[in-house]
C-alpha cells in the first residue's frame, strides 16, 4: 500500500511540474529607451508583443494574437497616441481602421477575396 501512496504522489508531482512548465511569465526587456514586452496567455501562447516608453506609455508596433497563437491585430502608437493604420483580423474578414490624432479618421472593412464591403469613406 505504501508503495503505491509513493507511486502516487510521484505522478500527481511529475503532472504538476509538467503543467507548471507550460505557463509563461510575461517579459519586459530594457532596448535602449524602449522597453520590450511580450505577454502571453494562460496556455503559454504569446498573446501581445510591442514597446512601452520608459514612462510606461506604448510606443511603435504593438501586434496582438489569439490563443492558438493566429495574428487578430496590428496597431501602431506614437508615446501613447494612437496612430496611422490599424488592423483587425476576424476570420476571413479584414478590417483597417486609420487614426489621426488619436481619433479614428476612416474604417474600412474587406472580405478575404480582396473586395470591400463596408467603409465610411
Given at each position: 500500500?505504501?508503495?503505491?501512496?509513493?507511486?502516487?504522489?510521484?505522478?500527481?508531482?511529475?503532472?504538476?511540474v509538467q503543467a507548471q512548465e507550460k505557463?509563461?511569465?510575461?517579459?519586459?526587456?530594457?532596448?535602449?529607451?524602449?522597453?520590450?514586452?511580450?505577454?502571453?496567455?494562460?496556455?503559454?501562447?504569446?498573446?501581445?508583443?510591442?514597446?512601452?516608453?520608459?514612462?510606461?506609455?506604448?510606443?511603435?508596433?504593438?501586434?496582438?494574437?489569439?490563443?492558438?497563437?493566429?495574428?487578430?491585430?496590428?496597431?501602431?502608437?506614437?508615446?501613447?497616441?494612437?496612430?496611422?493604420?490599424?488592423?483587425?483580423?476576424?476570420?476571413?474578414?479584414?478590417?483597417?481602421?486609420?487614426?489621426?490624432?488619436?481619433?479614428?479618421?476612416?474604417?474600412?472593412?474587406?472580405?478575404?477575396?480582396?473586395?470591400?464591403?463596408?467603409?465610411?469613406?
Open positions: 500500500m505504501r508503495k503505491i501512496a509513493i507511486l502516487l504522489m510521484l505522478v500527481v508531482g511529475f503532472v504538476t505557463v509563461k511569465k510575461n517579459t519586459y526587456i530594457q532596448n535602449g529607451d524602449f522597453i520590450e514586452a511580450v505577454l502571453y496567455f494562460d496556455n503559454g501562447e504569446i498573446s501581445q508583443t510591442g514597446f512601452y516608453t520608459k514612462e510606461g506609455k506604448l510606443t511603435g508596433q504593438w501586434v496582438s494574437y489569439n490563443q492558438n497563437g493566429e495574428k487578430t491585430a496590428t496597431a501602431t502608437y506614437d508615446n501613447g497616441a494612437k496612430v496611422g493604420k490599424w488592423f483587425f483580423w476576424n476570420g476571413d474578414v479584414l478590417s483597417e481602421v486609420d487614426y489621426e490624432n488619436s481619433r479614428i479618421a476612416s474604417v474600412n472593412t474587406w472580405k478575404n477575396d480582396g473586395t470591400r464591403y463596408v467603409s465610411n469613406k
